[in-house]
């Protein structure tokens, strides 16, 4: 049975807001379900599998995610989104459906002014950005 207090919460918070209520959740049921006595041990950008989820555990979690948001989520989650912060963005955004103020995947959004530069290669100038690219790394 979904959690409604859980859902409301999500619903009326801020969109900047909406992915820490929904990682403090997860963090909060990964302490239940590893054993850790206090939430520091676990944050936002732990990888779900240094913390020592394995697929069954990972299973677990998402089913149990599934059931309290009332909605149906992918098999891989905790594979596809490795932090809980990632995972809470994915599901707010996509199987929720609902806006926060962060892309899914918790990750800034690339800085393109304009669409010529959004991929080197359709610019023509995909050899140019290729020799910065070895430029910057010494190759």
Same mark, same amino acid.
């Given at each position: #049975? !979904?959690?409604?207090? @859980? ?26 379900? @590893? ?5 520091? @041990? ?16 990972? @299973? ?13 989520? !992918? ?8 932090? !809980? ?44 950005? #290729? ?9």
């Amino acid at each position: #049975m !979904p959690d409604q207090l @859980l859902i409301a919460r999500l619903h009326s918070a801020v969109p900047s807001l909406r992915t820490a209520v929904l990682v403090d959740h997860v963090i909060a049921r990964l302490c239940e379900a @590893l054993h850790l006595d206090s939430p520091a @041990l676990a944050n936002s950008r732990s990888r779900f599998t240094e913390l020592g989820i394995d697929s069954k555990r990972a @299973l677990e979690l998402k089913e149990d995610l599934e059931e309290e948001l009332g909605c149906a989520l !992918p098999t891989t989650l905790f594979f596809n989104y490795p932090t !809980p912060e990632r995972l809470a963005a994915f599901v707010i955004e996509q199987a929720l459906g609902l806006e926060t103020s962060t892309p899914a995947g918790g990750l800034d959004p690339p800085h393109v002014t304009d669409s010529t530069q959004a991929d080197p290669a359709e610019s023509g100038d995909f050899d140019a950005h #290729m020799r910065r690219t070895f430029e910057k790394y010494g190759i």
